[in-house]
């Protein structure tokens, strides 16, 4: 028995489809959804946990990708570093569960670690690298 945490990505065209009652029906794995959001067009990001044997996690993961899901393996944490970031606020923009976002009153950077589903996103988006991914 193991455990994996992944990023999964839905395109518009799957987000409406039954690919997570499947998954879990077809596979017999745990299963527990620890965030999701769907995108202003439709992508859908959901960070999970699956709990089973490797193997039929491994498949599970093939069916995934078969069905035009990625799949990535989850970043332990995501950091930002306080005395490098300069406030830009560029990735607010890219993050799409409104972990990072400006403050309006005092203009500096928020993180909220409860919303970020690690998908790495805004890691590239930051001009002075103060993004940083712990695995
Ligand atoms: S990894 Fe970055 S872009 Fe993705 S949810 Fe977390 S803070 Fe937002
Ligand atoms: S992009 Fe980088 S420097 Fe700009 S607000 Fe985000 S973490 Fe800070």
Do not use: H, W
Not at 5 to 29: G, Q
Not at 47 to 61: C, F, Y
Request: charged share 30%; aromatic share 6%.
């Amino acid at each position: 028995m193991i455990k994996r945490k992944l990023v999964l990505s839905f395109p518009e065209k799957t987000v409406t489809k039954p690919i997570i009652y499947k998954l879990v029906k077809e596979f017999d794995l745990e299963f527990n959804i620890l965030r999701a959001e769907i995108t202003p067009d439709m992508e859908g990001k959901m960070l999970i946990e699956l709990k089973g044997d490797k193997q039929r996690i491994d498949n599970a993961v093939i069916y995934l990708s078969e069905n035009n899901v990625t799949v990535q393996e989850a970043a332990k944490d995501i950091i930002v570093d306080r005395d490098i970031c300069i406030d830009c606020g560029a990735c607010t923009s890219i993050c799409i569960t409104r972990a990072l976002t400006l403050d309006k009153k005092t203009f500096k950077l928020d993180f909220d670690k409860d919303r970020c589903i690690l998908c790495e996103l805004c890691i590239d988006s930051c001009p002075v690298s103060a993004i940083k991914v712990n695995m």
